[in-house]
């Protein structure tokens, strides 16, 4: 078992749509939570960190971390074509972050 | 404020080659990171520095694999003799120091990618 899963997708919604991705992770020590967003043949992209339970909102984005149950939730409001790419969540202890595979996102117009 | 820099972007070798991927981190960061990642996956860890001490290597860094950093700056990762599974996107990160749960994170750069033919 990998300590960070995603589902893959693809996850396709019209555009406007609200967004949900999702992500697990396993190990209890992990105390940061971060979300990047990764265009094709592109470098991660920072889009959400956060290190504590609860909501945490940055314009159309906003991320959602339950430590009790090991759950990262990214929400996207009012999604663009543009948002069309792969969501990876990343999680770990003091230095080293561990990704899961990514979630591919499809937003058509 | 430039950000993580990597060269070349693109590289095609032939198996058994040697090949060298350079890195340079954001300006004032002193932790620099390797990440290697294939189709359809998340960024693997490879390795990490502070400043110009390599302080853990992942498992995947086989001996084929050597990271440097000499002074502390810029970093490269050379793969020597690569084989078609060597063939992915090396990904560099760099951070301020502090760790990570302190509000502190990692930008990447756009990567470098192989392809062993």
């Known amino acids: 078992q990998k300590e960070v899963e995603q589902d893959p997708g693809p996850l396709s919604v019209p555009e406007g749509a609200i967004v949900s991705l999702n992500c697990t992770y396993s190990?209890?020590?992990?105390?940061?939570f971060m979300w990047y967003r990764q265009y094709s043949r592109k470098g991660p992209e920072l889009l959400m960190y956060?290190?504590?339970?609860g909501n945490k909102e940055d314009g159309r984005f906003t991320a959602q971390v339950d430590k009790s149950s090991k759950y990262i939730s990214l929400f996207i409001r009012d999604s663009q074509p543009s948002d069309s790419a792969t969501y990876l969540c990343?999680?770990?202890?003091?230095?080293?972050?561990?990704f899961g595979r990514g979630t591919s996102l499809i937003v058509h117009p | 404020d430039t950000g993580v820099s990597q060269d070349p972007r693109h590289k095609i070798t032939k198996r058994g080659q040697n090949v060298t991927f350079r890195c340079d981190p954001i300006?004032?960061?002193?932790?620099l990171y390797w990440y290697r990642q294939t189709l359809g996956q998340g960024p693997e860890f490879l390795t990490y520095?502070?400043?110009?001490?390599?302080?853990?290597k992942s498992r995947l860094l086989s001996d084929r694999f050597s990271a440097e950093r000499p002074k502390g700056s810029f970093s490269t990762l050379e793969i020597q003799r690569t084989e078609q599974g060597d063939s992915a996107m090396y990904l560099c990160?760099?951070?301020?120091?502090?760790?990570?749960?302190?509000?502190?994170?990692?930008?990447f750069g756009e990567g470098s990618w192989l392809t062993v033919v």
């Open positions: 190990n209890s020590a992990f105390q940061y």
């Open positions: 520095f502070q400043n110009e001490a390599q302080l853990e």
């Open positions: 990343a999680s770990g202890g003091s230095y080293i972050p561990t």
């Open positions: 956060t290190y504590s339970s």
């Open positions: 990160a760099s951070s301020r120091s502090g760790t990570l749960s302190s509000g502190n994170t990692i930008y």
């Open positions: 300006s004032e960061h002193n932790r």
